[in-house]
Nanobody, 125 residues
Framework: QVQLVESGGGLVQAGGSLRLSCAAS????????LGWFRQAPGKEREFVGS????????YYADSVKGRFTISRDNAKNTMYLQMNTLKPDDTAVYYC??????????????????WGQGTQVTVSS
């Protein structure tokens, strides 16, 4: 059974920073791409960023490019999302997920198989 657990969310003022973590267990973590998605109230879940199995390739949504950075530590089975210069529009529940197919990376929600429970990020103006 694969488990993903997000942590690190909270309340921060606009312009501030947060680092989210996603700890994985129950699978050979190192061979799967990972991603971050978010869902704001009343909106669909949207792609934030993703990282391939060895951390060499990353994709970002245009809305976060230059502000957010994804990384992973395969020795710790953990992925991170460093979020800088946060804006009120970044307020959402943030989810991490693993892709279905080994050695792939994706921006598409349908290509993800397992998800965490989410962590709330609230950015005040």
């Amino acid at each position: 059974q694969v488990q993903l657990v997000e942590s690190g969310g909270g309340l921060v003022q606009a312009g501030g920073s947060l680092r989210l973590s996603c700890a994985a267990s129950g699978r050979i973590f190192t061979t799967y791409g990972l991603g971050w998605f978010r869902q704001a109230p009343g909106k669909e879940r949207e792609f934030v960023g993703s990282i391939n199995w060895n951390g060499v390739i990353t994709y970002y949504a245009d809305s976060v490019k230059g502000r957010f950075t994804i990384s992973r530590d395969n020795a710790k089975n953990t992925m991170y999302l460093q979020m800088n210069t946060l804006k009120p529009d970044d307020t959402a529940v943030y989810y991490c997920g693993t892709v279905r197919t080994p050695f792939t990376i994706s921006r598409l929600e349908r290509e993800y198989e397992y998800w965490g429970q989410g962590t709330q990020v609230t950015v005040s103006s």
